[in-house]
C-alpha cells in the first residue's frame, strides 16, 4: 500500500509513519516543517495549503490527514485559525484528491470533542452533537466536508473520533502538563476536581486501529470512535503517571472547569471492533513508555 500521512511530523503523524514503514508500506510524508535532504518528504504552508504536486505525482492508495489545529485552548483565542486548519484544509485536500486521484481512500482524524457533555455514556457515533469549543465545531463541520465529498464525488472517506491519545512523542494535554508542572514543583495543581474522566488509548494501539480500518471500513463518509473503550478518572491518570516519573508528588485540584473540556468521556467502541481491533496497551503499561520517553528524550 502506498500511504500519504499529512501532518506526518506531529505526535500521532509521526507515529503514523514509523508503524506502516515497519509493517513494509511505501509511506509519503507531509508538513508544514522544512526539512531537507529526507526521501518522500513534501513540505507545504500552514495555511492555504497546495497539494496538487503531491497527489499528481505520487497516487497514494490512501491519505491520513494528521495536520491541524490540535489545541482546544488555541481555537478557543484564535477560532479563524482553526477553521483554517481544521476546515479549509480538509476541503483543499478532498478537492485535490476528486481532482486528481478519486480512488484514493481519506481519513479525517476527527475528534470525540464533537460529542461536548454527552447525556450517556458509553458514547456512541450515534449520539448528539454538541461541540464545547470552535475546535470540536470545526470537527465536525470538516466531517460533514467528508460525507459531501463521498455523496456528490464518491470519495471514499471516513472520520475517526478520536478520544484521549497518549504515548512517546506527545507535548501537549494532560500528562505533557503535569510533567512540566513537576520539573518546577512537588506540589501539582490541576483544574477540575479528579472525578472527571477520559478514555484514553495509546498512540501504538491507535496506529493499528487505524491500520484495522483501512483494511475494513467502508469509507461511505461515515465516522468512528477510536479509542480503549475504558473510561479512567483523571486523578487515577495522574497518579499513574507520577507513580512512574516523579513518585513524590503530591496533586490538588483546583475545582475550576476548564473552558472547552468535556466532564466524563468512554467510548463505543463496537464499530471499531467489528473490524478486528481490541487494544493491547493499559494505561499503566503506556503510561511507563512514555515516563520513561520523557526520561530519555526531555531531562533538564
Same mark, same amino acid.
Given at each position: 500500500?502506498?500511504?500519504?500521512?499529512?501532518?506526518?511530523?506531529?505526535?500521532? !503523524?509521526s507515529?503514523? +509513519?514509523?508503524y506502516?514503514?515497519?509493517?513494509?508500506?511505501?509511506?509519503?510524508?507531509?508538513? +508544514? /516543517?522544512?526539512?531537507?535532504?529526507? %526521501? !518522500?518528504?513534501?513540505?507545504v504552508?500552514?495555511?492555504?495549503?497546495?497539494?496538487?504536486?503531491?497527489?499528481?505525482?505520487?497516487?497514494?492508495d490512501?491519505?491520513?490527514?494528521?495536520?491541524g489545529?490540535?489545541?482546544?485552548?488555541?481555537?478557543?483565542?484564535?477560532p479563524?485559525?482553526d477553521?483554517?486548519?481544521?476546515v479549509?484544509?480538509v476541503?483543499?485536500?478532498?478537492?485535490?484528491?476528486s481532482?486528481?486521484?478519486?480512488g484514493?481512500?481519506?481519513?479525517?482524524?476527527?475528534?470525540?470533542?464533537v460529542?461536548g457533555?454527552? +447525556?450517556?455514556?458509553?458514547?456512541?457515533?450515534?449520539?448528539l452533537?454538541? %461541540?464545547?469549543? %470552535?475546535?470540536?465545531?470545526?470537527k465536525?463541520?470538516?466531517?460533514?466536508l467528508?460525507?459531501?465529498?463521498?455523496?456528490? *464525488?464518491?470519495i471514499?472517506?471516513?472520520?475517526?473520533?478520536?478520544?484521549s491519545?497518549? !504515548?512517546?512523542?506527545? *507535548? *501537549?494535554?494532560?500528562?505533557?502538563?503535569?510533567y512540566? /508542572?513537576?520539573?518546577?514543583?512537588?506540589?501539582?495543581?490541576?483544574f477540575g476536581?479528579?472525578?472527571?474522566?477520559?478514555?484514553?488509548?495509546?498512540?501504538g494501539? @491507535?496506529?493499528?486501529?487505524?491500520?484495522?480500518?483501512?483494511?475494513?471500513?467502508?469509507?461511505?463518509?461515515?465516522?468512528?470512535?477510536?479509542?480503549?473503550? +475504558?473510561?479512567?478518572?483523571?486523578?487515577?491518570?495522574?497518579?499513574?503517571?507520577?507513580?512512574?516519573?516523579?513518585?513524590?508528588?503530591?496533586?490538588?485540584?483546583?475545582? /475550576?472547569?476548564k473552558? !472547552?473540556?468535556?466532564?466524563?468521556?468512554?467510548?463505543?467502541?463496537?464499530?471499531? *471492533?467489528?473490524?478486528g481491533?481490541?487494544?493491547?496497551i493499559?494505561?499503566?503499561?503506556g503510561?511507563?513508555?512514555?515516563?520513561?520517553? @520523557?526520561?530519555?528524550?526531555?531531562?533538564?
Amino acid at each position: 500500500m502506498k500511504l500519504l500521512v499529512l501532518g506526518a511530523k506531529g505526535f500521532i !503523524g509521526s507515529n503514523l +509513519v514509523q508503524y506502516f514503514k515497519n509493517l513494509g508500506d511505501e509511506v509519503i510524508s507531509c508538513d +508544514v /516543517k522544512a526539512i531537507a535532504n529526507e %526521501p !518522500g518528504y513534501f513540505m507545504v504552508q500552514r495555511k492555504e495549503s497546495d497539494y496538487d504536486s503531491i497527489f499528481s505525482q505520487h497516487k497514494p492508495d490512501a491519505c491520513i490527514y494528521a495536520g491541524g489545529n490540535g489545541s482546544v485552548p488555541l481555537s478557543l483565542e484564535q477560532p479563524d485559525l482553526d477553521y483554517s486548519l481544521n476546515v479549509n484544509n480538509v476541503f483543499r485536500i478532498l478537492q485535490t484528491i476528486s481532482k486528481y486521484h478519486p480512488g484514493c481512500k481519506f481519513i479525517h482524524l476527527s475528534s470525540a470533542a464533537v460529542y461536548g457533555n454527552p +447525556v450517556h455514556l458509553p458514547i456512541s457515533e450515534g449520539a448528539l452533537i454538541r %461541540p464545547l469549543s %470552535p475546535y470540536g465545531w470545526h470537527k465536525y463541520i470538516a466531517e460533514i466536508l467528508c460525507k459531501e465529498f463521498h455523496t456528490l *464525488k464518491a470519495i471514499p472517506t471516513c472520520s475517526l473520533r478520536i478520544f484521549s491519545v497518549y !504515548g512517546e512523542g506527545l *507535548k *501537549k494535554q494532560l500528562f505533557w502538563d503535569i510533567y512540566n /508542572k513537576s520539573l518546577q514543583n512537588d506540589k501539582l495543581e490541576l483544574f477540575g476536581t479528579g472525578n472527571e474522566s477520559r478514555d484514553f488509548i495509546y498512540v501504538g494501539d @491507535l496506529s493499528r486501529a487505524i491500520d484495522c480500518i483501512l483494511q475494513s471500513a467502508s469509507f461511505q463518509g461515515e465516522s468512528i470512535n477510536v479509542s480503549s473503550g +475504558v473510561e479512567t478518572k483523571i486523578a487515577d491518570a495522574a497518579a499513574t503517571f507520577l507513580k512512574h516519573y516523579k513518585p513524590l508528588t503530591s496533586l490538588l485540584f483546583n475545582q /475550576k472547569a476548564k473552558p !472547552g473540556d468535556p466532564v466524563n468521556w468512554r467510548a463505543d467502541i463496537s464499530k471499531l *471492533k467489528s473490524y478486528g481491533f481490541e487494544y493491547s496497551i493499559s494505561l499503566q503499561e503506556g503510561l511507563l513508555r512514555y515516563s520513561q520517553w @520523557l526520561k530519555e528524550n526531555e531531562s533538564h
